[in-house]
Nanobody, 114 residues
Framework: VQLVESGGGLVQPGGSLRLSCAAS????????MTWYRQTPGKERELVAF????????YYADSVKGRFTISRDNAKNTVYLQMNSLKPEDTAIYYC????????WGQGTQVIVSS
């Protein structure tokens, strides 16, 4: 099983990034996919998730209206489009399949700074 995140980097406040998480080794279409983020000294924060069926999505209040989660089951990939980025969005972003006891990627760093 592998989850490989990509798309992180350094961006100025107000900018955009799109994170991708490519999955392999399990039936991707059957799993809820979630993006989390974490900064040193803080608890891990659930950012957004998308269900396996029906496309229902959930967003943390801190990102609602700025971030969009989507998935392409044909490509076994989940995305996080991040717009209007703020310095407080700086974190390592992780994708997760299933529950917190499920599968995790290695993370991708996002830095929002001028």
């Amino acid at each position: 099983v592998q989850l490989v995140e990509s798309g992180g980097g350094l961006v100025q406040p107000g900018g955009s990034l799109r994170l991708s998480c490519a999955a392999s080794g399990f039936t991707f279409s059957a799993y809820r996919m979630t993006w989390y983020r974490q900064t040193p000294g803080k608890e891990r924060e659930l950012v957004a998730f998308i269900l396996s069926v029906g496309g229902y999505t959930y967003y943390a209040d801190s990102v609602k209206g700025r971030f969009t989660i989507s998935r392409d089951n044909a490509k076994n990939t989940v995305y996080l489009q991040m717009n209007s980025l703020k310095p407080e969005d700086t974190a390592i972003y992780y994708c997760n399949a299933g529950s917190t006891d499920g599968y995790w990627g290695q993370g991708t760093q996002v830095i929002v700074s001028s």
